[in-house]
């Protein structure tokens, strides 16, 4: 998960208030119910039928336990009806997620309804519109040559990716599907991992607006480029680059994303070298580590097939 601070308190907190408005508004309905006689008549029947109940269980009065439960039933389906006979409405009411009971968390750690609210709330404080991502299965790539071990390589990759996972830059020309691939990846894993895709022509105007903002914005954003499950940064090597805003900020986040094993993947026409020379060295040195892996895509030019 992130490990933004910030992102988890207000996700967290976006849980905590509609649990709360929840209860409060079935409260509410209630209350309007209870003031229909023979709801409230049945209602109090219940409460003290189960009290009667506890007695006779107490007791070890079996029969009488039998027949008090007997009776509990009925009040129960006649409280029931009449809660649809006086126009209950719950439709009203929004309902809550049915893995983790709206709670966001549930036995695996936190529920994709969690992850989903922290990814967008991650893209809104980069002021970035989440993407649309492609699918595996929305593929043609996996039918072309020499792309198609790749494709299940990378598969595999978004199934199991974790901290020891390596960094991928894809390489290749334009229109070998670099962009699908990486998109694919990042779709696949959105469920469980805060997947941030950025367009590296977006992420340096990113660069460029912190500059407007407080140390302590400029921080948050930072941290969430650090922090985040997965970071795709796609087609480097095709934005505008502005002084040493870009390399610097560049060079910061790879290596903050390699010391907090944070994975990334970098998709470029641009071989190793060609970076080193646009980017400098320090960035250079970092992706050749042994900690990445470099695939090269061949295949033809698919947008002309
Ligand atoms: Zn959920």
Redesign the pocket.
Known sequence: MIANKHILNEVELTFTTEQNQREFELDLLEQRLLQNEDYSKAVNQIATLEFDLQKAQFFGNEALAEKIEQEIKHYKSLKEKLRLELGFDDTQITKP?P??G?T?H?ENGY????VKRATALSYKELSTDIPTLSRFSDDTLSHVNGTKIYFEKLHKYADNLNENSKNIIITGKTGTGKTFLAQAVSQSMEDKKVVLFLNANRLNNIFIEMMYLSPQQQNNILNILYTCDFLVIDDLGAERILNNVTAQNLYTIISERQERKKPYMITTNLSLDEIGAKYGDRLFSRLSSRLNLVLELKGSDLRKS
């Not at 529920?111 to 969690?114: A, D, E, G, Q, V």
């Open positions: 997620c893995i983790c709206g966001g549930n529920c994709k309804c969690f």
